[in-house]
């Protein structure tokens, strides 16, 4: 089938039922289970016209490369595309100040997909990063995220430092996280229009990305480990500016 995706996990399936369901051609659930989240996604399906086949185990596995918890959806068409267009666009017509997470060299589908989740949960209005040296959002990285991915929209620039330079002309503050910085992040001020720079495990962020920072920040650490998983990180960073902001 053209342009066929494959979306799993009840979660991401539930999302995409919700914001989408003209894109599910078909929806395989695993025979003989019928518990509470599969009788709400089924109802979710037959609400909208969207066909239910049962299968076995085999076959479902067959179709996801993944963990799918017994539920698959078969889709059709792209998923929408959003691109500096959009978010300029968005932002344009954002009621409030912007709240943004930057992504750079975040190549794990895992961490995208966990990023996704946090961002999400943390009332982030998108999710920037660079279309090279960066994750997609593969169906893996869409059930990390558990829906998140469905509503949370992943815009993939060309330039990254020429993005971040035009947020800055529109107003926006960038704070960059990175372990060598003097400031914590408990000590900087999250509250205005801002967008929160995660790099990569390990490289952190690219030399260009870091000089395009208005400020940089780090988390402190009190143990033995000298550094966080990226998408913990962000989840610190993102809920210490989703306080400040609300207060």
């Given at each position: 089938m053209a342009n066929q995706e494959i979306v799993f996990g009840l979660h991401a399936v539930q999302a995409l039922l919700k914001s989408s369901p003209q894109r599910v051609a078909q929806l395989h659930l695993l025979r003989g289970r019928a518990d509470q989240r599969i009788q709400k996604i089924t109802k979710m399906a037959e609400q909208n016209q969207v066909p239910v086949r049962f299968a076995s185990r085999q076959s479902l596995d067959d179709l996801a490369d993944g963990n799918h918890q017994g539920v698959v959806a078969v889709c059709i068409g792209e998923t929408r595309v959003y691109d500096e267009k959009y978010l300029w666009e968005m932002l344009g017509a954002l009621g409030e100040a912007p709240f943004l997470l930057i992504l750079?060299?975040?190549?794990?589908?895992?961490?995208?997909?966990?990023?996704?989740?946090?961002?999400?949960?943390?009332?982030?209005?998108?999710?920037?990063?660079?279309?090279?040296?960066?994750?997609?959002?593969t169906p893996v990285a869409r059930k990390v995220a558990c829906g998140a991915a469905e509503v949370v929209p992943y815009i993939t620039v060309t330039n990254l430092a020429r993005t971040m330079q035009k947020l800055q002309e529109g107003g926006v503050w960038i704070t960059?996280?990175?372990?060598?910085?003097?400031?914590?992040?408990?000590?900087?001020?999250?509250?205005?229009?801002?967008?929160l720079v995660m790099g990569a495990e390990g490289k952190g962020m690219r030399r260009l990305t870091r000089e395009h920072c208005d400020y940089l920040v780090k988390i402190p650490m009190q143990g033995s480990v000298s550094s966080l998983n990226v998408s913990v990180a962000t989840g610190v960073c993102l809920f210490e500016a989703q306080r400040q902001r609300r207060s």
């Open positions: 750079d060299g975040v190549t794990d589908p895992h961490n995208l997909g966990a990023c996704l989740r946090t961002a999400d949960a943390a009332g982030v209005h998108a999710v920037i990063a660079p279309k090279d040296n960066s994750a997609s959002l960059g996280t990175a372990g060598e910085a003097e400031k914590d992040i408990y000590a900087a001020d999250l509250a205005g229009p801002m967008a």
